[in-house]
């Protein structure tokens, strides 16, 4: 597809965060379903060196993914039927740039979704979900799994957000099980 390469290419040659370093051939994840899971930002030991989101260089899932293919098993989905990307499409090694760069990357996410047929955005914390609602979140807890609009060119989009599926996040699997039963009834 000409327009990966081309938002390839504006990944590449963007500075706007300084010289971080980013995914430099694969910024998305192809799928076949009706939603896109946004991560934060890519993991320096993730998908850039696998070539596939959640899968480490020895090709196995990592602790996250495994997190997320337990979660998409309540949809009869695996990692490898899901639209996947990062909000944020630089390595931040230190946490504090992330809320600068997820809003620095906001266009080139747009830009990957006017392409793509999802119309649900599924957030995987903080730092995604208020770049694309567009507002600070002072309570994570208000927001996961509630829904919310979006209007981006001529499409509507849902955002629902879901807790950081991390093996380290007391609710990023129990807290996202009811979520993933509400995006069930959507693919219905």
């Not at 963007?14 to 009706?34: F, V, Y």
């Amino acid at each position: 597809m000409d327009y990966e390469k081309e938002i390839q290419k504006e990944i590449n040659i963007c500075s706007l965060c300084g010289h971080l370093p980013k995914l430099t051939e694969k910024s998305i994840q192809i799928g076949t379903t009706p939603f896109i899971i946004i991560g934060e930002s890519p993991a320096k030991d993730g998908w850039i060196v696998s070539k596939r989101a959640f899968y480490n260089r020895e090709d196995k899932l990592q602790a996250s993914g495994k997190v997320l293919e337990k979660l998409l098993c309540i949809l009869n989905l695996t990692i490898e039927d899901i639209y996947f990307t990062e909000c944020c499409k630089c390595i931040i090694e230190d946490r504090k740039q992330l809320e600068k760069c997820s809003k620095n990357c906001l266009p080139i996410l747009f830009k990957q979704l006017e392409n793509l047929p999802c119309k649900i955005l599924v957030p995987m914390g903080l730092q995604p979900t208020q770049a694309l609602l567009g507002r600070k979140i002072k309570k994570f807890s208000d927001v996961v799994g509630k829904e919310f609009e979006m209007q981006l060119e001529n499409k509507t989009y849902k955002i629902l957000p879901i807790y950081h599926p991390s093996p380290l996040n007391p609710k990023g699997y129990k807290g996202n099980i009811s979520i993933f039963e509400k995006l069930q009834d959507y693919l219905r």
